[in-house]
């Protein structure tokens, strides 16, 4: 389980300000995923990746912005956070040979003010 | 797209007895279903899952079993533990190509007492 870390683990920001979640694996995996947790909705997918300088929108994007310029990290930006933004986001990440099998990080609590 | 229906959203066993969730799908061509325990305050993990290929996967105490006509899949827990009270989620994927993401139910808050 160590082997994927997320940083900061809680933060509180305001409303209008930028923020960037952090996401570091070591197992060289190929895909990469960032998911929201919020109570009644489960696990939705906001962006993934399979590789390097390749990303995808999933579920829910707007008001996100990924990148991913090292096959190890995989920063999820809010570029102006809003209340609606307030929830728990996990990142994923999966080996090329069996993409399905997600390896998840504890998780950052987002508190948006 | 993918979606994923889960019931029911909360279950109450006593210990000892079985626990069972159910999912249905809605996309024909997925074909890998993973289920997730998630421990309060902790990340989701995968406990088992199931490829269409098969109806049915046991590990211990865990199964998991798949109807492809009819769309759904059932997550058995025999001989419950406290250990076992968690949120389970399940998920559906279209597993092959370039399709590697999963579309995950809302969850179902298992308490098992003692």
């Known amino acids: 389980d160590a082997g994927i870390t997320q940083s900061p683990r809680y933060k509180i920001t305001e409303t209008g300000r930028q923020v960037t979640l952090m996401c570091h694996q070591t197992?060289?995996?190929?895909?990469m995923f960032w998911y929201r947790q919020d109570l009644g909705h489960g696990l939705r997918l906001i962006y993934y990746?399979?590789?390097?300088?390749?990303?995808d929108k999933g579920e829910v994007p707007d008001g996100y912005v990924v990148s991913r310029s090292k096959t190890e990290n995989f920063p999820l930006t809010l570029e102006s956070a809003t209340r609606s933004q307030t929830s728990v986001y996990f990142c994923?990440?999966?080996?090329?040979?069996?993409?399905?099998?997600?390896?998840f990080g504890p998780g950052t609590r987002l508190t948006v003010t | 797209g993918e979606n994923v229906e889960q019931h029911p959203s909360t279950l109450s066993v006593q210990e000892g007895d079985s626990a069972v969730i159910k999912c249905t799908y809605s996309?024909?061509?997925?074909?890998?279903f993973p289920w997730y325990k998630q421990e309060l305050g902790k990340r989701p993990q995968l406990i088992i899952d199931?490829?269409?290929?098969?109806g049915e996967k046991k590990d211990q105490r865990i199964a998991v079993t798949l109807n492809k006509t009819a769309k759904h899949f059932s997550l058995h827990i025999t001989e419950t533990q406290p250990e076992d009270s968690a949120v389970y989620f399940c998920?559906?994927?279209?597993?092959?190509?370039?399709?590697?993401?999963?579309?995950f139910g809302k969850g179902t808050l298992l308490t098992v007492n003692p």
């Open positions: 994923a990440s999966s080996d090329w040979g069996r993409p399905y099998e997600q390896y």
């Open positions: 197992w060289s995996h190929s895909y």
């Open positions: 990746s399979a590789a390097a300088d390749i990303t």
């Open positions: 996309d024909s061509a997925s074909n890998y």
């Open positions: 199931i490829r269409s290929n098969v």
């Open positions: 998920a559906a994927s279209i597993s092959g190509g370039s399709n590697y993401k999963l579309t």
